[in-house]
């Protein structure tokens, strides 16, 4: 089985605002468990950039990884840029919106 991790981000509308990256997977009982969060100022480019890096840092290179997201440019354009052999897919509830 390859291995996939989902990724998004959400805006935090509290005190201090900026937006919270997080990547889960599953494991072999088929639970989804959190890999790695991060905070942000924003959900641009950068800050995606940055947050996928760390997790290359984290987990270095692995073979056939597929990544599952929502249709925001700046994760794709992460992706492409910090994982450019990973497989980048939509995440089914989003295409559903399509």
Request: glycine content about 10%.
């Amino acid at each position: 089985m390859r291995p996939v991790i989902a990724v998004d981000g959400t805006h935090l509308k509290g005190r201090f605002g900026g937006t919270m990256f997080v990547a889960t997977a599953q494991d072999g009982n088929e639970q989804v468990y959190p890999i790695a969060f991060g905070y942000g100022d924003s959900e641009n480019n950068l800050s995606w950039e940055w947050f996928l890096e760390c997790l290359r840092g984290a987990f270095g290179h692995i073979d056939d990884l597929v990544f599952i997201s929502d249709r925001h440019a700046s994760i794709e354009a992460g992706i492409s840029k910090v994982f450019p052999y990973a497989t980048h897919t939509i995440c089914c509830w989003h295409l559903v919106k399509i």
